[in-house]
């Protein structure tokens, strides 16, 4: 391997970490309650496996959500983390209406969770 492809596979697996430890952080990561019950995915995808089932009254931590607001990655109190379509997330109630780092499309609009 000469010295140039070397420097060039050390700069991006230098990028590949830090962009792993960016992601792998739940930064914006907030508390919600399920508002009925609903499938975990293992993809935010209507068609991906189920890997848990949430039920209305859980509560989990919405780690982040998609760009369009229609899929949060959660972590369930219980059992596997996935994808659960937003519209089955809403804020606690009696937790305020802060704003935050966490926005999705929840059952009655689009919803902003505070850390």
């Not at 606690?92 to 966490?102: D, K, L, Q, W, Y």
Request: hydrophobic share 40%; with cysteine; proline share 3%.
């Amino acid at each position: 391997m000469s010295i140039v492809s070397f420097k060039q596979f050390a700069v991006l697996a230098l990028i590949a970490s830090a962009t792993t430890l960016v992601y792998s952080a739940p930064a914006e990561a907030a508390r919600a309650m399920v508002t009925r019950n609903a499938n975990v995915h293992v993809n935010p995808n209507a068609d991906s496996r189920i890997v848990n089932r949430l039920f209305r009254g859980d509560r989990v931590t919405v780690i982040r959500c998609g760009s369009a607001g229609r899929w949060c990655r959660v972590d369930p109190r219980r059992g596997r983390d996935g994808w659960v379509r937003s519209r089955n997330l809403d804020r606690i109630p009696g937790s305020g209406a802060r704003r935050g780092g966490v926005c999705f499309y929840g059952e009655r609009g689009r919803i902003c969770l505070g850390r």
